[in-house]
């Protein structure tokens, strides 16, 4: 099993930016694959970013790249998320999560576990 706890979530201004915290408790977090998602009301929840496990392997959404930066600190069992430029369609309730393997994953069902999410809102 995998805890996670997401935080740094709230009301910023567009143009903006964010760090998001991921704090991992559990499976070995160094042999994890970790991802975020978002998802906005009335939407599916989207993928936004990920990283494998020893940070060399990242990718983007097309909607963030280039704004958005996702990083971990293996010692810390910590995956960020570091928002910057923040538009008004950014916003969401973010979601951290982790796979079994890994790797750095783009789909949903990659993942296992799943933290409860931290809400972002970005005023225009």
């Known amino acids: 099993q995998v805890q996670l706890v997401e935080s740094g979530g709230g009301l910023v201004q567009a143009g903006g930016s964010l760090r998001l915290s991921c704090a991992a408790s559990g499976r070995s977090f160094r042999s994890t694959g970790m991802g975020w998602f978002r998802q906005a009301p009335g939407k599916e929840r989207e993928f936004v970013g990920s990283?494998?496990?020893?940070?060399?392997?990242?990718y983007y959404a097309d909607s963030v790249k280039g704004r958005f930066t996702i990083s971990r600190d293996n010692a810390k069992n910590t995956v960020y998320l570091q928002m910057n430029k923040l538009k008004a369609e950014d916003t969401a309730v973010y979601y951290c999560?982790?796979?079994?393997?890994?790797?750095?994953?783009?789909?949903?069902?990659?993942?296992?576990?799943w933290g409860q999410g931290t809400q972002v809102t970005v005023s225009s």
């Open positions: 990283i494998n496990w020893n940070g060399v392997q990242t």
């Open positions: 999560a982790a796979r079994l393997l890994a790797g750095a994953a783009v789909r949903k069902d990659d993942y296992k576990f």
